[in-house]
């Protein structure tokens, strides 16, 4: 019914920078609140950045100053502009969103599939 569609890792040096997008598609009603969480290695699942519908946001406390989360409601896609990367943002990055499929009523939570980013010392 929703798929998402991220885009944008790679391999990148310490200080260097990476742009990822994400591209909801499908049964599309209204989308709420976007978002982008990441999974290192033996790690939980964390929240990165969230924004919602109207254009508030959210930070991590380790990617506040760095890490700018934005969204374009007309191409129901959502971006992260990560600066300064460092080893420790090494991860796999999935896209969040909630979205409320045509002619239902409830809202459900989709994922895409991950995109890897790896920040080399």
């Known amino acids: 019914q929703v798929q998402l569609v991220e885009s944008g890792g790679g391999l990148v040096q310490a200080g260097g920078s990476l742009r990822l997008s994400c591209a909801a598609s499908?049964?599309?009603?209204?989308?709420?609140?976007m978002g982008w969480y990441r999974q290192a290695p033996g790690k939980q699942r964390e929240l990165v950045a969230l924004?919602?519908?109207?254009?508030?946001?959210n930070y991590a406390n380790s990617v506040k100053g760095r890490f700018t989360i934005s969204r374009d409601n007309a191409k129901n896609t959502v971006y992260l502009q990560m600066n300064s990367l460092k080893p420790e943002d090494t991860a796999v990055y999935y896209c969040?969103?909630?979205?409320?499929?045509?002619?239902?009523?409830?809202?459900?939570?989709?994922w895409g599939q991950g995109t890897q980013v790896t920040v080399s010392p």
């Open positions: 924004i919602t519908s109207g254009g508030g946001t």
């Open positions: 499908g049964s599309i009603g209204s989308i709420n609140a």
């Open positions: 969040n969103a909630n979205v409320r499929v045509l002619f239902t009523m409830r809202p459900n939570d989709y």
